[in-house]
């Protein structure tokens, strides 16, 4: 409430728990496994939790985490919106902790060729090995995200993006309406409210 700030990690950040709103609005949102950095010990040390196709490599090997932890989770996520397809396509989790172990991150451009060398820079700063040669917080990664994608005339309207998720899911939205319609069409009429005392009946 004054501030200070929390130091939440998320340790689970993946397209999963990532909303995009018909407002055109970013959302992430389950925060089951979120730890503070304000607690014990316990809650950055011992067993992993969180999708291992998104995990950093310092959440797989137990070690202390913070919030860069979360941005090579988005880092992630990047390299699949810039490559087209996951990361980790076909590989097993222990494939994947192996990889992130001996930091055997493919580029996104070793996957996909077109992909923009400016927006391939940003997405290895977020998924480097070490913590310390990330992004230091979410806000300058967004930063230089926002430079690089300006730069290319790419930036969307939240408007625009709005638009975009509601005409992707036109079909699921009036399915809704149409079954929330048939409910309360189906329910009975409410009972008219009692005449209070003493009050004159109405003429027929």
Known sequence: FDGTPLRIIHRDVSPHNVFVTYAGQTKLVDFGIA???????????????????????????????????????????LWEALVGHPLWIGLSDLAIISRLHFAEIPTPREANADVNPELEEVCLRALAHRPSDRF???????????????????RARPEETGKLVA??????????????GEHLSSRPPPL??????????PIA
Do not use: N, W
């Open 136 to 154: 230091s917080d979410a806000a300058e990664f967004r930063h230089a995200l926002e430079r690089c994608i300006d730069g290319l005339g790419l």
């Open 35 to 77: 730890k503070a950095l304000a607690q014990s010990s316990e809650t950055t040390h011992g067993g992993t939790k969180g999708k291992v196709a998104y995990m950093a490599p310092e959440q797989e090997r137990g070690d202390p985490l913070d919030a860069r932890t979360d941005l090579f989770a988005v880092g992630v996520m």
């Open 167 to 180: 005409d992707l899911f036109a079909e699921d939205r009036h399915r809704l309406a149409r079954l929330v």
């Open 192 to 201: 008219s409210a009692a005449a209070p005392p003493g009050s004159v009946p």
